[in-house]
């Protein structure tokens, strides 16, 4: 099996992500921006425990927030996923491809994109609960099954997982470390830009929540394309197999 190549997947995810920058930028914020927008603005408000309040008091509150912020989260997930597979469709066609034909067939890959999402969060789950490494290995392992489903075209939710499992035999820590570590520095700037929002603006309703929303939508639409960008490029490293594979 071919080595992954960091620097080369970061320079491609790179390019990707000033390819069709227009058209792509419009799906992220429909698709990215705006659902974590809308949450932000009009989802549940997190439940503050009081002050002096018990271990167990804090993790029923905990428990209550997880809960009632499922459904929300449920959603964004959904609709992300399928501006994401419009976004990859764009980023992996090898002929001319509409905004609206990338998003008629990310719409038809619905059913899919849910059960995909479904399996995977459990597979890693599952090794995150076993032990923190296998859960790392297998969300590394599975970081280009939406990228098969977007290129390939696999309605097969299994074949999908399968396919993305094959292209990434041999180079699981490889592609970890080059996740984790765009993950890192994503996150580091998110965490970074959410405290200084609410140092100047407060965490009170109104015009603080709105502006807080919007900081959000636009940390969640710039770290997933990124997020996509790396996970396509890793698949245009790993699918080139011969001269008719390679990507325009």
Not at 23 to 37: D, E, K, Q, S, W
Not at 136 to 146: D, E, G, P, S, T
Request: proline fraction near 4%; hydrophobic fraction near 60%.
């Amino acid at each position: 099996m071919p080595k992954f190549d960091m620097g080369a997947a970061w320079e491609d995810s790179m390019l990707l992500l000033r390819s069709h920058s227009a058209l792509t930028g419009a799906i992220a914020a429909v698709f990215l921006f705006l659902p974590t927008l809308a949450v932000s603005w009009f989802g549940p408000v997190p439940i503050e425990p009081a002050a002096g309040v018990s271990f167990d008091q804090v993790m029923a509150t905990m428990r209550a927030n997880v809960i009632q912020a499922v459904p929300y989260q449920l959603f964004v997930a959904i609709v992300s996923g399928i501006g994401g597979i419009g976004i990859l469709r764009l980023w992996l066609s090898r002929s001319g491809i509409s905004v609206g034909e990338a998003l008629v067939f990310a719409l038809t890959m619905v059913p899919t994109v849910i059960v995909i999402q479904l399996l995977c969060g459990l597979i890693v789950g599952v090794g995150f609960v076993l032990l923190i490494v296998p859960g790392l290995y297998l969300w590394a392992r599975l970081a280009i099954v939406a990228p098969v489903v977007a290129d390939q075209s696999e309605r097969n939710p299994l074949a999908a997982i399968r396919q993305g499992w094959t292209l990434t035999k041999g180079n699981g820590w490889r592609i970890f470390l080059f996740m984790f570590l765009v993950t890192l520095v994503i996150l580091v700037i998110a965490v970074i830009l959410a405290g200084v929002t609410a140092a100047v603006l407060g965490t009170d309703e109104g015009i603080a929540r709105m502006l807080t929303g919007l900081v959000e939508g636009a940390v969640a639409a710039i770290s997933g394309m990124v997020t996509l960008a790396i996970a396509a490029a890793t698949y245009r490293q790993l699918a080139v197999r011969a001269a008719s594979d390679i990507f325009s």
